[in-house]
Structure formats: C-alpha cells, structure tokens
C-alpha cells in the first residue's frame, strides 16, 4: 500500500490546518491508520491513529483536544484536523499503516509510510 500525504504548510499560532492521506488501494477494515510527527535531530513522535471503521481513536496527550482524526474509507483517505497550532507542533507530519489488529503508537509497529508534509506554526 502506498500512502500520500499533503496539507502541510504555514500557519500562525492559533490557526488550523488540515492534513489528508491518501491509500493507493483498500484496507481492511481492522487496520489502522496512524499520524506522527519529527523534528530534525529528534525521534519520530506519535501523534493520533484510528482504525480504518473508525472502532476507535488515541492521541497523543501534547495533542488531545486540539487535533482529531477521522476518516473516509470510500475516498481512502485518513484526516488530522489541527487546531489552536502552537509553535511545538511545527514538525514534518507523516501518516502511516499498520496491517494488523490492535491499536498502537509506536513507530515500529507501522509497515508503510508516506512521504511527510512540513507543518510551520509561526509564534
């Protein structure tokens, strides 16, 4: 499966941007579709994930209640709505999946990677 990520960009604190992804064909429905975060010079950090019949979402507690995922599983396409931006969530953004049942928000734990999108909150 491949999986494309856009939406990134420039935003000032407290604004919002919309990050999608994009599968290259269907998944089943068990598996789950993860969103994380890196800073040059630092591990890459979970952020969000949701199963694909969207039976459930975890955050990561930096992001609870200003970001949500979602999903629309005719477009194939996963979701990060980011809002209330600070400084600290400027990273590139990745999207990911995990081809198997049970939630998880480590990095290792997810086979396939799109390509990252920048997100800049300018303070």
């Known amino acids: 499966v491949q999986l494309q990520a856009y939406g990134g960009g420039v935003v000032q604190a407290g604004g919002s941007l919309r990050l999608s992804c994009t599968a290259s064909e269907r998944t089943f429905s068990s598996h789950i579709m993860g969103w994380f975060r890196q800073v040059v010079g630092k591990e890459r950090e979970f952020v969000a994930a949701?199963?694909?019949?969207?039976?459930?979402?975890i955050y990561a507690d930096s992001v609870k209640g200003r970001f949500t995922i979602s999903r629309d599983n005719a477009k194939n396409t996963v979701y990060l709505q980011m809002n209330s931006l600070k400084a600290d969530d400027t990273a590139v953004y990745y999207c990911a999946l995990r081809s198997a049942i049970g939630m998880s928000t480590s990095s290792r734990d997810f086979g396939s990677w799109g390509q990252g999108t920048q997100v800049t909150v300018s303070s």
């Open positions: 949701i199963r694909w019949n969207g039976a459930g979402t």
